[in-house]
């Protein structure tokens, strides 16, 4: 390699004492190239991008690094006026290159400039000691840390609470409502859940359905999705979304009717302004269960049911024995065997108090293996766990036709 000066194709070269003869680098692209950097210039992280600005934070002028010339746009035959365009030495194809031959990553500049016009930016090499943030920390804004997350957690709380008042408000003198998961823990046991929910669920009795989904839209909500067998609409147009019920779960799925779960509620008129039912606590911890039983158990799902459970049982109204015998009479004991978590006090005390069922045991054992098999593994797995096998088929089938009426509709 010529030792008189960088070469085509070269950014910079380093005039450190540690190395004799002076000699060019290239641009340093990726990680391989840490080895071809000097001691004194890779401990101010240059190489990264950002690393002008430790250099400017230390007070270490470029002269003092032993650079050439300043940092920047490549010093190319063809940006001096006057002069000539004359094509780069191709290096040829490289590992870890591109289809133009460069590595992945080579300039963090251009991408970010085309990632501001529009264009399409190459993925970003991620840096020594970095990571990619995960789906639940992107889209979790409420758990932010520090002043700006409890503030955004704040203005989010005030969000749903508005939403629900204004949903429970357009329903009032039409028909009988009451909230479900966390919009229902807020207003009873655990203040704040509502910074930790992304919308608000309504529970209205299945005859008074219609007219409900009527005063919602007369209020200035809109229609934006309905569930598959037609058990909830989704309405948007407020700070967040509301997805009103007329039942709590799938047709045929556990026994446990509207009309009963209304008959078990209290009135309250203080909380909202405007009557509200409140469910019973033994009705919304089968109700968490159930609901958490519906999916994989994922370690989000796990928490919820468990902040669920310690909110409720922080009131001292839910009894391992009772809840047990409830759950075996509502159907749900073996999506309670799937769902409860053995290492827990509570959830161990609740397990203990079920009755005996093989079958019921070895379908909770294998639930999670259909909860990851494909797209229609989780809808068997969830039906597999109802009361009975019998009674699983019929809310299967009566699921699946419910879904092929919706789409033979969508298709008109």
Same mark, same amino acid.
């Given at each position: 390699?010529?030792?008189?000066?960088?070469?085509?194709?070269?950014?910079?070269?380093?005039?450190?004492?540690?190395?004799?003869?002076?000699?060019?680098?290239?641009?340093?692209?990726?990680?391989?190239?840490?080895?071809?950097?000097?001691?004194?210039?890779?401990?101010?992280?240059?190489?990264?991008?950002?690393?002008?600005?430790?250099?400017?934070?230390?007070?270490?002028?470029?002269?003092?690094?032993?650079?050439?010339?300043?940092?920047?746009?490549?010093?190319?035959?063809?940006?001096?006026?006057?002069?000539?365009?004359?094509?780069?030495?191709?290096?040829?194809?490289?590992?870890?290159?591109?289809?133009?031959?460069?590595? =992945?990553?080579?300039?963090?500049?251009?991408?970010?400039?085309?990632?501001?016009?529009?264009?399409?930016?190459?993925?970003?090499?991620?840096?020594?000691?970095?990571?990619?943030?995960?789906?639940?920390?992107?889209?979790?804004?409420?758990?932010?840390?520090?002043?700006?997350?409890?503030?955004?957690?704040?203005?989010?709380?005030?969000?749903?609470?508005?939403?629900?008042?204004?949903?429970?408000?357009?329903? /009032?003198?039409?028909?009988?409502? &009451?909230?479900?998961?966390?919009?229902?823990?807020?207003?009873?046991?655990?203040?704040?859940?509502?910074?930790?929910?992304?919308?608000?669920?309504?529970?209205?009795?299945?005859?008074?359905?219609? =007219? =409900?989904?009527?005063?919602?839209?007369?209020?200035?909500?809109?229609?934006?999705?309905?569930?598959?067998? *037609?058990?909830?609409?989704?309405?948007?147009?407020?700070?967040?979304?509301?997805?009103?019920?007329?039942?709590?779960?799938?047709?045929?799925?556990?026994?446990?009717?509207?009309?009963?779960?209304?008959?078990?509620?209290?009135?309250?008129?203080?909380?909202?302004?405007?009557?509200?039912?409140?469910?019973?606590?033994? *009705?919304?911890?089968?109700?968490?269960?159930?609901?958490?039983?519906?999916?994989?158990? /994922?370690?989000?799902?796990?928490?919820?049911?468990?902040?669920?459970?310690?909110?409720?049982?922080?009131?001292?109204?839910?009894?391992?024995?009772?809840?047990?015998?409830?759950?075996?009479?509502?159907?749900?004991?073996?999506? =309670?065997?799937?769902?409860? /978590?053995?290492?827990?006090?509570?959830?161990?005390?609740?397990?203990?108090?079920?009755?005996?069922?093989?079958?019921?045991?070895?379908?909770?054992?294998?639930?999670?293996?259909?909860?990851?098999?494909?797209?229609?593994?989780?809808?068997?797995?969830?039906? &597999?766990?109802?009361?009975?096998?019998?009674?699983?088929?019929?809310?299967?089938?009566?699921?699946?036709?419910?879904?092929?009426?919706?789409?033979?509709?969508?298709?008109?």
């Amino acid at each position: 390699m010529d030792a008189g000066g960088p070469r085509r194709g070269y950014r910079w070269h380093y005039r450190s004492p540690a190395r004799r003869p002076r000699r060019a680098s290239r641009v340093h692209r990726g990680p391989r190239a840490l080895s071809r950097v000097p001691p004194d210039v890779a401990d101010l992280g240059l190489h990264r991008p950002g690393g002008l600005c430790a250099v400017a934070q230390r007070g270490v002028s470029r002269r003092g690094l032993g650079l050439a010339r300043p940092l920047g746009r490549p010093r190319h035959p063809s940006a001096i006026p006057g002069r000539a365009r004359t094509p780069r030495r191709d290096p040829g194809p490289r590992r870890g290159a591109d289809s133009s031959g460069r590595r =992945a990553g080579w300039n963090v500049g251009r991408r970010r400039r085309e990632g501001r016009t529009g264009a399409a930016p190459e993925r970003r090499r991620l840096g020594r000691g970095s990571r990619r943030r995960t789906p639940r920390e992107r889209g979790g804004h409420h758990r932010r840390p520090g002043r700006h997350g409890r503030a955004v957690s704040r203005a989010h709380r005030a969000k749903v609470l508005i939403t629900l008042e204004r949903a429970v408000g357009a329903l /009032d003198g039409v028909s009988p409502v &009451a909230p479900l998961k966390g919009a229902l823990l807020e207003l009873t046991c655990d203040p704040g859940r509502a910074a930790r929910v992304a919308d608000v669920d309504l529970l209205v009795p299945e005859g008074h359905f219609d =007219a =409900a989904e009527r005063a919602l839209v007369g209020r200035g909500f809109t229609r934006v999705a309905r569930d598959r067998d *037609d058990r909830a609409r989704t309405f948007g147009g407020h700070l967040v979304a509301v997805d009103l019920h007329r039942r709590l779960f799938k047709w045929g799925l556990f026994r446990m009717s509207t009309a009963e779960v209304f008959a078990r509620s209290r009135v309250d008129r203080e909380l909202l302004g405007v009557p509200v039912h409140l469910l019973d606590p033994y *009705d919304v911890a089968t109700h968490a269960i159930g609901h958490a039983a519906g999916g994989p158990l /994922d370690a989000r799902r796990r928490e919820r049911l468990r902040s669920d459970l310690a909110a409720l049982g922080s009131t001292g109204t839910l009894d391992p024995g009772h809840l047990a015998g409830l759950l075996q009479a509502r159907g749900m004991g073996r999506a =309670a065997r799937y769902a409860l /978590d053995a290492s827990r006090e509570f959830d161990a005390r609740v397990l203990a108090a079920l009755g005996r069922d093989r079958v019921g045991r070895w379908l909770a054992a294998a639930a999670p293996v259909g909860m990851r098999a494909g797209r229609l593994g989780p809808v068997v797995a969830q039906h &597999a766990l109802n009361a009975s096998l019998a009674r699983g088929v019929l809310s299967l089938g009566s699921h699946l036709i419910h879904g092929a009426r919706q789409r033979a509709g969508e298709l008109r």
